[in-house]
């Protein structure tokens, strides 16, 4: 660090910086954030656009006592470093070091724990009651983005804090872009907003923002003086906001920090809900990133001079495998539609939206409305497909039971990064998809061991009737046990090895792995028997018929403990009077936190190498 940032090592440091430093701390700020997120990789471009904004938060919020709520949480890190963490960059993500996202163990400015969208508006509004309640008299703000904005539960949010009879300001951080560009009626609306209005300083009444208003014609203002409402609603900005009881303050500058300061300063002294709509440049700063906002939204390692990432291509992985399986699909079958949630890129659906513009569907960050929308889709009569995280998945719970799996609609869920994701930690591990799916009747869950069972998969449940669930992980397919590809029948498993003293019953990624661990068995002469179980639900009772013949069995699974596919093989052999031995190789029911995903494997003992000592050492008990 140097100069203007080194004088900033806790928080409410930056009070002492003076203003004509701000220009020279923000570009030192960029130029840290681009040294080291270009080593350890991260979310870059949002961060390069908060930073002014950041400045003028930590400005005018005086920490711990006022409370600053992220949306997301990915935009995080000027926050971090304006708190004195500047240190933990150097292990930004990784394995014990300092997490990507607010974390409340790090540091008492960061109120919670996130990483999903759209829950900024509502813990805030908590935090007001909260206040209110016990007699505080701190400030509270919410920063959420456009993206973010199109979550429902912002929605809940708002409609809840246009109640608010005391202070709540939200911050609308509003660069256009989701992950990719920003989509729905709310984007439109900002749209509107950004390119009908120059930037106001502060609307303290009707008439000063209408003065500054470019000519009008004669007509239309004759119009509009007839009625105040509607004059309102034509050229004040936010009106939607304003309608919902919650003050407008906007289109603001996000890159100047003084406009800011005196914005949010303004805000803070209003009484109930006030919205800053502030302008922002995602990537601001650095010309790769301004230029590729997609692909710096989140990056590994990369070299500064080209913005070209350092990481390795990955060969084939698994959502490439989706991706040209569905676009094949779709061509077959003219019935088959899309559906993503705020993430074409990630899921691999780019290629159908292209391909099929009229068939693909992005929602916005509204996983629970894909759902609902998808079993809208399926009632008339059509196939969809909602290509989404394991981990955003969770939100839209009850639209799978009670919208899609109630009615038995033909609804495929392709559940991407299922199992350990890696370095965004806590909120982004897909390790409980099997808990909160598989015990849905009449949900189909299957999970593919390798590239050629996910494409049969995805083929099986084009032409199955109800709806089904497909989970496979983060990264490269594998492309092993070509030869092992027994067609794939609706509840069926398939052996891959049969003699044995034990079996292992291996879920999607983990099949590789009972097979490494029974190949390592072997060497220690113990026979060891391999199931690729396929259909974790409904689950084969005839394959569970024959492993009571075993001495032992065990079951592997990246999933949680409790819910998963072990819990309910151990019921089950329980129930049908089973004597042997039986192990649960699985996560543990706990919070996984940050780490590339073979460190985290080897923490939770999910290494073939370790899955083999303990089936040894049961065996030898
Ligand atoms: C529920 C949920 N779905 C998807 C995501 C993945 N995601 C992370 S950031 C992001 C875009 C956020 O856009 P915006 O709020 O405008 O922030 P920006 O990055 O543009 O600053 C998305 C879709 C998520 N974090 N949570």
Redesign the pocket.
Known sequence: MAGVLERIRKPNDIKNIRETEYGQLAAEIREFLIGHVSRTGG?L??NL??VELTIALHLVLDFPKDKLVW??G??CYVHKLLTGRGEGFQTLRQYGGMSGFPKRRESNTDLFDT????TSISEACGLVKARELSGGKEKIFAV????????GLAYEGLNNAGQLKSNLVIIL???????SE?VGGMASYLGKIRTSNKYVDLKDDVTNTLEKIPKIGTKLVRQIRRSKESLKKLVIPGGYFEEMNITYIGPIDGHNVNQMYEAFLAAARKNGTVLVHVI?K?GKGYDCAEHN?KQF??VGAFDIETGKSLSKKQEQTYTDVFSSTLLELAGKYRNVVAIT???PG?TGLSLFQERYPKRFFDVG?A?EHAVSFAAGLAAGGFHPVFA??S??LQ?AYDQILHDVCINQFPVIFAVDRAGIVGNDGE??QGVYDLSYLSHIPGLTVMAPKNEWELRVMLEFCISYPGPAAIRYPRGMACRKFETFLEPVVFGVCEWLLKEGELVLLAVGSMVETAWQAAKLLEQEGIKTAVVNVRFISPVDEKMLEQALRYQMVATLEENVRRGGFGEHVACWLAEHGYKGDFVDICLPDQFIEHGSPDQLKNAYGLEAKQVAVRLKEKMQN
């Open positions: 979310h471009a949002s656009g908060v949306d997301v990915h935009q990483g999903h969208s759209s959420i983005g456009d993206g973010a904005l199109t979550g951080n509003d660069n256009k872009m989701s992950i920003n922002t995602k906002p939204h989140g949630a705020a993430m990630g960050i996983e989404v995280y981990t955003f939100r909120t982004h």
